[in-house]
C-alpha cells in the first residue's frame, strides 16, 4: 500500500501545525463522514470551519463557500471531495496561505500532492484525522 503522508507529517499536522481546521465538503448532512470528523476534531480542541457551495452553520461554526471567504488565517484544509476536484482545492490553500493539505481516505490526486508540497507546504493523502489523531495519545 502506498504511503501518501509519513506518520512524522501526520503527527506534525496534528500536534503543531495549528487549531484552525477548513473542512471542504463540510454540510448540515449528519449522514456523511465530514461530519463525524468535525466532530473529533472538535473534540480534540481544533476550530473547524466548514466551507461548503451552502455555507451552513455546522456544529455551531458558521460556514463559507469558499476557501477564499474565510476572514482569517486556516491552518489545515481537509478535503471531503471527490477527488477530481481535489486539486483545485488543494491549490486554493495554497494560495489562502494553508500550512497543510489534508485529503480524506480515498481522495488522491498525486500531481496536486506534488503542487503542494513543491510550495513548501504540509501534504497527507488517503488517511483519515479521526483515524490518526486518538493514535497520537
Request: charged residues 20%.
Amino acid at each position: 500500500m502506498t504511503s501518501y503522508g509519513d506518520d512524522t507529517t501526520v503527527r506534525d499536522i496534528l500536534t503543531g501545525t495549528g487549531d484552525t481546521w477548513a473542512v471542504v465538503g463540510l454540510s448540515t448532512n449528519t449522514a456523511r463522514a465530514a461530519h463525524g470528523v468535525a466532530q473529533v476534531l472538535q473534540r480534540y480542541g481544533k476550530r473547524i470551519v466548514p466551507v461548503h457551495p451552502r455555507a451552513e452553520t455546522v456544529l455551531g461554526e458558521p460556514g463559507y463557500r469558499t476557501l477564499s471567504e474565510i476572514p482569517f488565517p486556516v491552518d489545515v484544509v481537509d478535503v471531503f471531495v471527490n477527488s477530481s476536484l481535489a486539486g483545485e482545492v488543494a491549490d486554493q490553500a495554497v494560495a489562502i496561505g494553508a500550512k497543510a493539505v489534508w485529503f480524506q481516505l480515498g481522495v488522491i490526486d498525486e500531481a496536486a500532492c506534488e503542487r503542494t508540497r513543491a510550495a513548501g507546504v504540509s501534504m497527507v493523502m488517503d488517511r483519515c484525522p479521526a483515524i490518526e489523531i486518538p493514535r497520537l495519545g
